[in-house]
């Protein structure tokens, strides 16, 4: 009977390319949102109805090929803890993005009342 081991360590290593692939398609939604809202905010302050419009073509590829590359770079400098990094460094990113986003958000619904209110 011939039994087949699985190293541990090996499934991390492949582990962490899925995880930064998911984590790069949620850094590239990031950015389409807040260039969606970005956009709105400037049609708002020019007066004009809001609906900008976001290509998604050049950040779809872009950011997972980055993210590919820096997981492999964690992966061998860090192989022990590159998921963990990789992950830490991501949340904080996520933190420093939520914030201004939701002020730009408060922002887009205070200009969008007055639009509202105008027209």
């Known amino acids: ?4 081991q699985t190293n541990p360590t090996r499934t991390l290593f492949k582990m962490i390319y899925l995880v930064a692939f998911l984590l790069s398609l949620i850094f590239s939604w990031q950015n389409l949102i807040s260039s969606g809202l970005q956009g709105n905010i400037t049609h708002l302050q020019n007066n004009r109805e809001p609906n900008a419009g976001v290509s998604i073509i050049p950040a779809i590829p872009f950011f997972q ?4 590359i820096f997981a492999w770079l ?4 860090f192989h022990q803890f590159a998921i963990q990094i990789l992950c830490i460094l ?3 990113q996520f933190i420093f ?3 201004p ?3 730009q958000q408060k922002q887009f619904h205070q200009m969008l009342k007055e639009y509202e209110q105008k027209n």
């Open 1 to 4: 009977m011939i039994v087949l």
């Open 65 to 68: 090929i980055v993210f590919l």
């Open 74 to 77: 964690l992966n061998y400098f």
């Open 90 to 92: 991501f949340i904080t």
């Open 97 to 99: 993005w939520f914030i």
């Open 101 to 103: 986003f939701k002020q």
